[in-house]
């Protein structure tokens, strides 16, 4: 913690060094009480919501989403009550909407989806996952992602909805618009085929146009010098 809060030169690597470590750490429940006294968890969000890299963002999404998973058996212990009040929903959500194709960042929105798929275990954290819009990016994953993003966004989505009649009906809402969106899609995909279609009609016939002039003008041609 102290590594990152110091600055200075390297800052990228010490983030991405610092929070895989600490990635590490979490996975073991015996350190909880050194991670919530040493400032470990507001390090963690901070990066999550604005990290040099999305190596750094990735470790810190890992990090959060191992102290919620090793924590389910015991409840919502003081390390997970303090991501949560260190806004860290926000923090995953942000994660989730990450707009790059890259393997790493691919990895950073799979932890951060497994971090809400973990909190959402709890019921008293539901209401504030759906609260910070998780559920329309959520959604989103498990339509485009790969499976190893989409597994865990339809876990988070599942526990949701089992527990939360507000994250049910922002599903549901949210199914209807998906499918809306894809009629749409195919409507415009019709459109321009339709309109492709007449656009080559047209020059063709101004093509048959042409050569047909070209004809009469030859046969003109001919006309007169046989005259």
């Not at 963690?44 to 191992?66: C, E, F, M, P």
């Not at 799979?110 to 973990?118: D, E, G, K």
């Not at 599903?171 to 499918?179: F, L, P, R, S």
């Amino acid at each position: 913690v102290a590594l990152v809060r110091d600055g200075g030169n390297h800052l990228k690597l010490k983030e991405q060094y610092a929070t895989g470590t600490l990635a590490n750490i979490a996975r073991s429940r015996q350190h909880d009480p050194a991670i919530v006294t040493s400032g470990a968890i507001e390090m963690l969000v901070a990066i999550a919501q604005s990290g040099k890299t999305d190596y750094s963002k990735r470790n810190a999404a890992r990090a959060l989403a191992n102290l919620a998973e090793s924590r389910r058996a015991y409840g919502p212990g003081p390390s997970v009550a303090a991501i949560v009040a260190a806004n860290c929903i926000e923090a995953l959500v942000g994660i989730l909407r990450i707009n790059s194709q890259s393997k790493v960042a691919a990895r950073a929105m799979h932890h951060s989806a497994r971090a809400l798929m973990n909190l959402a275990f709890f019921n008293d954290f539901r209401a504030a996952i759906v609260a910070a819009g998780a559920i329309a990016p959520l959604m989103e994953l498990t339509r485009d992602a790969s499976a190893e993003v989409s597994a865990p966004a339809k876990s988070a989505l599942n526990r949701l909805a089992a527990g939360s009649a507000d994250a049910k009906r922002a599903i549901a809402v949210g199914d209807v618009e998906a499918e809306l969106r894809t009629l749409a899609d195919k409507a415009r995909h019709f459109q321009q085929k339709f309109d492709d279609a007449l656009t080559a009609s047209a020059e063709a016939r101004e093509k048959q146009a042409s050569v047909e002039s070209r004809i009469v003008a030859r046969n003109l041609e001919v006309e007169q010098e046989n005259a």
